[in-house]
């Protein structure tokens, strides 16, 4: 602990994802312990995690407790309840002082209530999946590629159409909405650069844009094709 | 509750449970004023159409503790609820979350000190 030693990471939850990052975490040097409270699935992974993994149920305080929690660097809560695994990291962060905490989200309906309760950060499968979609088709047009809530900050990657209203024209010419910034520019065949006021945009163009969370649909228009075809 | 004259709205996600609120009543649940709505505790929606916006007290009891302990923080943080009660079973958890500022109650405590009183009493008795 500490010194750029391995740290003590509690995962609560044995299943597909839990198994698997402790795996890895392990490989890594990391001290690792599971708790899985299904009996059948602990004496599974039991076989192979061998001391690195207990039995028993994550969210009971003497459980986590006799996992040494106290000392732990980080706790992820990887189950298939969003409950426990809200419960868990709530504990493990205001009662045990737990510097890091994970939390999965099984059903992205319940991410308020992560958000709620100050757990974070969470991951969603279902989010991590449309992400990538959104990066694999087109038509969704805008790309978050990076998304700091906290600092409300946004970076965002747009495909310039054929009839973009902004092709042709000069970078300093631009007039961008009120709290966003032109980044870097992603051409075929020139790869990316920081384009200079004089930098003239074309179809085809890949722009990064830094952006205030909310401005998206903003930047879709600007960047955007004329409905009207007027453009 | 309903027999005290307060206004009742159960949320729980069996259309089922209905049936069971109106065993021993007269007449049905609704016509005797209460209100029952489908769903579970952790859809907003749900707690919106159970009319959780203008209630005065929130109890939490469904059978999973972490549920509780979770919609229990919502109807305070986010709703506002004046009164929040929240059913936990296991007693470490109740007396954290307690210190916590969530009213809970805790049936196995409760248990625990009525069944020592008997034993208590039972064994002066004997003795």
């Known amino acids: 602990m500490g010194d750029g030693k391995g740290k003590y990471i509690i995962i609560a939850g044995a299943g597909k994802v839990g198994w698997n990052l402790a795996r890895e975490l392990l490989e890594k040097g990391n001290e690792v312990t599971v708790i899985e409270d299904n009996r059948n699935r602990y004496t599974t992974v039991e076989q192979e995690l061998e001391h690195n993994i207990q039995y028993g149920d994550a969210s009971e305080l003497w459980v ?17 309840d969003d409950e426990d695994n809200m419960l868990i ?6 009662k045990y002082l737990v510097d890091r905490i994970i939390a999965r989200v099984n059903n992205p309906r319940n991410r308020p209530h992560f958000e709620l309760l100050g757990i974070k950060p969470y991951v969603s499968a279902t989010d991590l999946i449309l992400r990538l979609l959104e990066h694999e088709v087109p038509e969704y047009g805008l790309v978050h590629l990076l998304d700091l ?65 909310g401005l998206e649909e903003e930047l879709k228009v600007f960047f955007g094709s004329d409905g009207d075809g007027a453009g | 509750m309903l027999r005290e ?18 065993v021993n009543l007269d ?13 579970t505790g952790l859809e907003e929606e749900a707690l919106t159409s159970a009319g959780i916006e203008r209630a005065d007290a929130f ?16 109807a305070k943080r986010k709703f506002n609820v004046p009164t929040v009660i929240a ?26 000190e009525m069944l020592e009183k008997e034993v208590l009493e039972a064994a002066a008795g004997s003795g």
């Open chain 1, 64 to 80: 986590l407790e006799r996992a040494g929690i106290s000392r732990a660097d980080m706790v992820i809560a990887v189950t298939g």
């Open chain 1, 89 to 94: 990291c709530q504990v493990a962060k205001e």
């Open chain 1, 149 to 213: 809530p906290e600092e409300r900050l946004e970076i965002i990657e747009m495909l310039l159409a054929d009839d973009s209203r902004v092709a042709g024209e000069r970078v300093g010419d631009l007039n961008m909405p009120e709290g966003s910034l032109l980044i870097s520019i992603l051409r075929e065949g020139q790869g990316g650069f920081v384009p200079t006021p004089d930098t003239v945009l074309e179809a085809g163009d890949e722009v990064l844009a830094v952006l205030d969370p």
């Open chain 2, 5 to 22: 004259g307060h206004e009742v709205s159960c949320l729980d996600e069996d259309p089922e449970a209905h049936a069971r609120l109106e």
């Open chain 2, 27 to 39: 007449r049905s649940w609704e016509d005797a004023g209460g209100q029952f709505t489908v769903g």
């Open chain 2, 59 to 74: 109890i939490a009891s469904t059978d999973g503790d972490n549920t509780n302990i979770v919609i229990a923080q919502i």
């Open chain 2, 87 to 112: 059913r936990i079973l296991d007693p470490l958890r109740a007396e954290w979350y307690e210190k916590q500022g969530v009213n809970t109650i805790c049936p196995t405590r409760v248990a625990i």
